[in-house]
């Protein structure tokens, strides 16, 4: 199981289960990722300026926009950090 963890920059943290599998979207990764993250941006109207990414899990029926200001962690069930996706500023 994968957890998504988010942290705010004002300090709050946020816990979402993502299930057995998850995809990480960012624009920065490929022309195929952002195609796709071109197509999340219009779908969830979030602002370009404020979004890097998307997670999208639930066999792609749900999407989570990653937002520059805040730090994310991909979690484990044992409460392990599987992977950060925070953005890096480039």
């Known amino acids: 199981m994968f957890v998504l963890r988010r ?15 998850y995809q990480l979207i960012d624009a ?12 999340l941006i219009s779908i969830t109207k979030c602002d370009p ?3 890097y990414g998307f997670i999208v899990y ?5 999407q989570i926009p990653l ?9 484990v069930s044992n409460g392990r950090t599987f992977e950060n996706v925070t953005w890096n500023g480039n």
Do not use: P, W
């Open 7 to 21: 942290i705010t920059s004002e300090g709050l943290t946020s816990n979402t289960m993502l299930g057995e599998s």
């Open 28 to 39: 920065e990764r490929g022309q195929r990722n952002q195609d796709d993250f071109d197509k």
């Open 67 to 75: 937002y520059k200001k805040s730090t994310y962690f991909i979690m």
């Open 49 to 51: 300026a404020d979004v």
């Open 58 to 62: 639930n066999s792609g029926s749900k």
